[in-house]
């Protein structure tokens, strides 16, 4: 296997166990968001501040303010997805995070300077028809999960769009150890005051899940980066998307329906004739 294959096959993996962190989030049950956005984190917060005491690094980074812009924003992308997979089908949910890209995309053009091309507009509107078509808006109670879905692609867009800035001043580690620190820390005067439930054994195994299975996802991640490009690899993430299909209908007895079953096709036909664009872009340069 050439390293670009192995690259594909990490982030493949790296996809499935977003998938299944998702799932976990979901499994647990009637749980406060804020406590399941705590276990999320802590477990990532203990291994990262291990991995830095071991490699002898700095814990306190260069780019504090940045650091902390990066967190913060990172924190609420998390509570909004988590807050939307409780309330919506597996699937809608994953896929509405995972219009990022497109914000990504408008972001970086907005604050680096990077260069858009004319159809990436056209696909980013395609996109957002996608949206519609899962959203279905009613105009009531049902459309604040779907938006809670779409502001968390909206607020992980803007956290990546610093971590393009800090990865010119900061370690990858360090970015880690102030997002899921910041995260853990603000989670907790939320569980003091009112907003922990205490699990059952089998939802305090599930919510540990949360943690070990996005913590798995992000080293994979990590290797699939170091083994391949970003423009090979960006379509594969949407793996994520085919999986919780596959786990909704198979745990949760959640079938698509057709609105919904469009509405996805169209995000993930935009994001592959995006990842297209830049990857023949990549080789004419």
């Given at each position: 296997m050439?390293e670009?294959n192995?690259?594909?096959?990490?982030m493949?993996?790296?996809?499935?166990?977003?998938a299944?962190?998702?799932?976990?989030?979901?499994y647990s049950?009637?749980?406060?968001?804020?406590?399941?956005?705590?276990?999320?984190?802590?477990?990532?917060?203990?291994?990262?501040?291990?991995?830095?005491?071991?490699?002898?690094?700095?814990?306190?980074?260069?780019?504090?303010?940045?650091l902390i812009y990066?967190?913060?924003?990172?924190?609420?992308g998390?509570?909004?997805?988590?807050?939307?997979?409780?309330?919506?089908?597996?699937?809608?949910?994953?896929?509405?995070?995972?219009?990022?890209?497109?914000?990504v995309?408008?972001?970086?053009?907005?604050?680096?300077?990077?260069?858009?091309?004319?159809?990436?507009?056209?696909?980013?509107?395609?996109?957002?028809?996608?949206?519609g078509?899962?959203?279905?808006?009613?105009?009531?109670?049902?459309?604040?999960?779907?938006?809670?879905?779409?502001?968390s692609?909206?607020?992980?867009?803007?956290?990546?769009?610093i971590?393009?800035?800090?990865?010119?001043?900061?370690?990858?580690?360090v970015?880690v150890?102030?997002?899921?620190?910041l995260?853990?820390?603000?989670?907790?005067?939320?569980l003091?005051?009112?907003?922990?439930v205490?699990?059952?054994?089998?939802?305090?195994?599930?919510?540990?899940?949360?943690?070990?299975?996005a913590t798995?996802?992000?080293?994979?991640?990590?290797?699939?980066?170091?083994?391949?490009?970003?423009g090979?690899?960006?379509?594969?993430?949407?793996?994520?998307?085919?999986?919780?299909?596959?786990i909704?209908?198979?745990i949760f007895?959640?079938?698509p329906?057709?609105y919904?079953f469009?509405?996805?096709s169209l995000?993930?036909?935009?994001?592959?004739?995006?990842?297209?664009?830049?990857?023949?872009?990549?080789?004419?340069?």
């Open positions: 050439n670009r192995k690259g594909i096959f990490y493949i993996l790296a996809s499935l166990f977003f299944l962190m998702a799932t976990a989030v979901k049950g009637d749980l406060p968001t804020i406590e399941k956005v705590f276990f999320r984190n802590i477990v990532g917060f203990i291994y990262v501040a291990f991995l830095i005491k071991k490699s002898g690094e700095s814990f306190k980074g260069t780019n504090t303010r940045y990066r967190s913060f924003l990172g924190l609420m998390v509570f909004l997805y988590f807050f939307a997979i409780d309330r919506l089908p597996l699937a809608d949910a994953v896929v509405l995070n995972q219009t990022n890209p497109f914000f995309m408008l972001l970086a053009s907005i604050f680096l300077g990077e260069r858009i091309k004319k159809v990436q507009i056209l696909l980013f509107i395609l996109a957002l028809t996608g949206v078509f899962i959203v279905k808006p009613q105009f009531d109670y049902r459309v604040v999960p779907a938006l809670a879905g779409l502001s692609a909206l607020f992980a867009a803007s956290a990546y769009t971590i393009r800035h800090l990865r010119t001043t900061d370690h990858p580690n970015i150890f102030y997002f899921t620190g995260s853990t820390i603000t989670a907790l005067p939320f003091l005051f009112g907003q922990f205490f699990p059952t054994p089998l939802q305090l195994l599930v919510l540990l899940s949360v943690g070990v299975f798995i996802a992000q080293l994979l991640m990590t290797y699939a980066y170091r083994y391949a490009e970003a090979d690899l960006s379509i594969y993430s949407y793996g994520q998307t085919v999986f919780s299909i596959f909704g209908i198979v007895f959640e079938i329906d057709i919904s469009l509405g996805i995000i993930i036909f935009s994001a592959y004739l995006n990842y297209r664009i830049k990857r023949r872009a990549t080789e004419i340069d």
